[in-house]
C-alpha cells in the first residue's frame, strides 16, 4: 500500500475521531465547549494543534486528551486576553495564554507569534507551514475549528500520518529555544508511544545532553511537569544505551531499553507540545 493511501486512510480516520471529539456532549468537556465557541463566535480562523490530534489518533479515545494547543490566525494577543480575561492562568513559555477552564489546560497563542515565525526561520505565515514548526513529527499535525458545512474539515500535517505508520520518532524541525526540553520530551514520547526514534533525534539528544549535567535534565521535568518521571540513573542509562546504539556499525533505529513497567507507569502520561 502506497504511503500515499496510507496518509489518506489516517487522515480520515482522526477527522472521524476529532469530529466526535467535538460531538461529544458530555458534562466534562463543556469548559472547553464553552472556550471554542469564543472562537466561532468571533468568526476567527483557528486550529486545534498537536497534542489532542496526536493522543485521538494514537489512544483511540475520545475521554483522555485534557490539554489543547490552539493557533488563532488575524488576531493580536490584546485580542485574545480581551476574550479570555476571565481563563487566564499565566503565559507559557512562547508568550501565548495559558487558560485554565475547569480541569482543561488550553495554550492558546495567534499563528503570527509562533517562535519559528517570529524568529523567521520560515518564510512565510500560515497554517501550512505552523505544522512543520514542532520538533518531533508525531505532533506536526492541525485540524480547523470553524467549518464550511458539507466539507471535510482541513488538516494540516508534516509527516504526521507517515510517522504514525512507521511507528519511529523523529526530527521535523530542528531549532528550537529550549534543547534540553526537546531531549526529555524526546525520550518521554518514545517510552510512551513504545516507538524507536531515528539515528537523527539519537544524535540530537545524545549531543545536547552532553552539553548540561543529568540534573539539569532532572529540573526540566520538574519545571515543566511538575514532577520527575525518569530518575537521574535512569536517565543517564538511557542516554547510554542511545549513544552505545549510535555508535554500532548499523543503520537501525534506536530502541531505548524500557522495561514493561516503566511503559505501564508512562501509559496513562503524555507530554506537552514543546
Known sequence: MSDTLVASQKVTLLRERFNGFLANHSEWKAPLRGTLRRIT???????????????????DSAELPRDVDIVVE????SE??????DLIQDRNRFGGLRLRAKGWLIDIWTLKSTWAFRERLKESISFDNLVQTTFLNVEAVAAELPIQPGRPRPFYSAGFFEATERKVLDINFEPNPYPGLCVVRSI????????????????????HASLAPVQTLIEIQESHYGKIRIRPTRM????QSIDNQLHENSTNEIRLPATRVEQLEFSNYWTPVC
Not at 543517564?236 to 542516554?239: F, V
Open 41 to 59: 463566535d468571533n468568526s476567527w480562523n483557528a486550529v486545534i494543534f498537536g497534542g489532542v490530534l496526536r493522543d485521538l489518533m494514537l489512544l
Open 236 to 239: 543517564l542509562e538511557y542516554l
Open 80 to 85: 485574545l486576553e480581551r476574550v479570555f480575561a
Open 188 to 207: 518521554m514520547t518514545a517510552l510512551r508511544l513504545d516507538w524507536v526514534m531515528s539515528r537523527r533525534l539519537g544524535t540530537y539528544i545524545v549531543q
Open 74 to 77: 488575524g488576531v493580536e494577543t
